[in-house]
């Protein structure tokens, strides 16, 4: 007779526990993911917001440093609202705030988009359903903003839609929504037409949207906008005059390559567009930076020279100081990674570039050789040291660059891993070095895999997407290192019930798993892992004798640092947890059954159904 102990399978049933907790925020100092843009509001000064592919949006707090989540309320029944695809920030009443959410527009996410409406700045939200899928975890996400509120009548909001949707309008904040029929083109390029999921080829639709403020107000509201569909060797940038009653093409522009972002500089009543090659973020190879003079109607091409030059790189982020000196503008490469991503600073409209660091090969080796032209302080996150490599610093996947707007010694940029920026870059003009910190700080926005709280030693392991995780010594304190040797995604994690100091991780790639022996401070590579085996479901048996690994090939046992053999008994791709005081013990779940081992997981009987349950979530 097996006894079950305090064995707990969860069947899919919400526990409440609101009354006996308070919640917060573990401290990563660091957002862990891609931050496609952050949008400063244009009438009030210290108001901004910042937005994540699956993180929510987040508000900058009355200190101007710290970040607070706006979207933690959403639930798993909510999950779309984690993908944000857009912002708006009411440049009339500031108290509007217009968040555009949804995760994917291919089958992984069946839901249509939400329009999320505050009138105080984000502490409540009203929903409004969208007639179309958003993709705010999709490819060409860093494109924008998609969202846009006319400045002359805040009544009036454009929306950019993917999938060939084309441009939508509302006339009353953003209740209702009407296609705009007059505007043809939708965008109509897709990064890999042979995609069979969905995800790289749907068509990324219509990327931008800008007010020219410079224009003659009408009754409608603001006279010309600008909109940048995505397209390639088309039209991709379209002008209306008279507030988006009819379109038509701007000329002389470039057809080459995908319009991406956009900046309006009222004082040289331009129009400054970057352009890749691909959707981004973490592609393009290929790229162009133009300036649009309004009042001519001719372009100019004022790319940045090649620091390197055999790098392959696009354009992402620009920015236009609309308080400082007129021409000075701001641009950053995309899915340039050696040595490192590159910004680029101009003061007489693009004429002339400055970089934020060069690069060379010196002889007599002529190994690389960068100059910086900035100090790194990632005090506020010390574990970013740990995930760069060689002389990666400034970040990856830069799409949201932007220069306060009232404060020209201000700028922030989005990363792959976090948000940087700096709070003295007009020294960039003069000594040519700028302080450029880590200011994530109260933001996190990774996939959360897996999380352990060990009796004793460290209050909290995480496994989480791309970066690994994390070992917590104190919840209000950011780490100062991650999981190393770093597996991107770890996907399980456990510690042994009788020897807490003692755990076990995975990855998503063969070959990856680690066991620590100082309660996850530090790892070291199992030298036995099985080949052919990853990701699935990991357990270390109670004294840490015996490692469970359950995956879609087979469930693996390995007792005292040996070779992994099959385990008997227990069907593949079962759950399985180890009991945390009896080292002979090892639990499963599959199809509805439990099974129980007592020969630290050799082999498995199967004991007993679960009620009526088919499948169960997860073992405790």
Do not use: C
């Amino acid at each position: 007779m097996y006894s079950l102990g305090l064995l707990f399978v969860l069947l899919g049933t919400a526990l409440d526990v609101t009354a006996q907790y308070t919640w917060k925020n573990v401290h990563t100092g660091a957002g862990g993911g891609f931050i496609p843009n952050v949008i400063f509001n244009q009438k009030q000064k210290g108001l901004a917001f910042l937005r994540t592919d699956i993180g929510g949006a987040y508000k900058l707090n009355t200190d101007g440093i710290t970040w607070s989540p706006l979207l933690d309320f959403a639930d798993n029944a909510r999950a779309n609202y984690w993908g944000v695809e857009s912002i708006a920030t009411d440049p009339v009443n500031t108290q509007n705030l217009y968040i555009e959410v949804g995760l994917y527009t291919n089958s992984w996410d069946p839901n249509n988009g939400t329009l999320l409406i505050s009138n105080n700045q984000g502490s409540t939200f009203k929903a409004v359903p969208l007639p179309f899928k958003v993709g705010g975890n999709m490819p060409g996400r860093g494109a924008g903003e998609r969202l846009v509120i006319d400045p002359n009548n805040n009544n009036v909001l454009y929306l950019g839609a993917r999938s060939g949707h084309g441009l939508y309008k509302s006339i009353d904040s953003g209740n209702t929504w009407n296609k705009v029929q007059s505007l043809n083109a939708t965008g109509t390029f897709v990064p890999d037409p042979t995609d069979t999921s969905g995800y790289n080829s749907d068509p990324l639709g219509v990327g931008w949207i800008i007010f020219d403020t410079t224009s003659p107000k009408i009754a409608a509201g603001t006279s010309r906008i600008f909109v940048g569909v995505e397209a390639e060797n088309s039209p991709s940038i379209w002008v209306s005059n008279d507030a988006g009653v009819t379109w038509a093409p701007v000329p002389g522009q470039n057809t080459t390559y995908i319009t991406h972002k956009a900046a309006l500089s009222p004082a040289e009543h331009s129009l400054y567009v970057t352009y890749v090659n691909t959707a981004g973020p973490f592609d393009g190879s290929l790229g162009w930076i133009g300036k649009y003079n309004i009042t001519s109607g001719t372009w100019t091409n004022v790319t940045p020279a090649q620091a390197i030059s055999d790098n392959y790189y696009g354009f992402g982020g620009i920015s236009v100081d609309l308080s400082g000196k007129p021409g000075t503008v701001m641009a950053a490469s995309l899915n340039e990674y050696y040595p490192d991503a590159q910004i680029w600073r101009s003061i007489d409209g693009g004429a002339t570039w400055s970089v934020l660091y060069s690069a060379s090969y010196p002889p007599p080796d002529y190994a690389l050789d960068v100059t910086r032209y900035y100090s790194w302080d990632i005090s506020s996150a010390p574990w970013i040291q740990s995930y760069t490599t060689g002389s990666e610093q400034i970040g990856w996947g830069i799409e949201g660059l932007n220069i306060d707007p009232f404060d020209s010694n201000h700028f922030l940029y989005g990363t792959g891993l976090t948000l940087y920026g700096s709070h003295n870059l007009l020294q960039w003009d003069g000594v040519h070095n700028i302080t450029l910190s880590n200011l994530a700080s109260g933001i996190e926005e990774t996939a959360v895999l897996g999380l352990i709280s060990p009796p004793t030693g460290a209050h909290l392991i995480s496994a989480v997407g791309d970066i690994g995780g994390w070992t917590h010594d104190n919840l209000d304190v950011a780490p100062t290192t991650l999981h190393v040797p770093i597996f991107g995604n770890v996907m399980d994690l456990d510690y042994a019930g009788l020897k807490p100091y003692m755990v076990v991780r995975i990855g998503n790639a063969v070959g990856q798993l680690a066991t620590s022996g100082d309660g996850g401070h530090t790892w070291t590579l199992y030298a036995n892992a099985p080949s052919g085996v990853s990701s699935g479901n990991i357990q270390y048996s109670a004294n840490a004798t015996s490692i469970l690994w359950s995956t879609s090939t087979g469930v693996y046992v390995a007792k005292n640092n040996g070779t992994f053999v099959a385990a008997t008994g227990i069907p593949t791709g079962s759950l399985v947890k180890a009991d945390k005081t009896n080292d002979a013990y090892f639990y499963g779940t599959s199809g509805g059954w439990i099974y129980v081992s007592s020969n630290g997981g050799t082999s498995f009987t199967k004991t007993t159904l679960l009620g009526s349950a088919t499948s169960a979530n997860g073992i405790a």
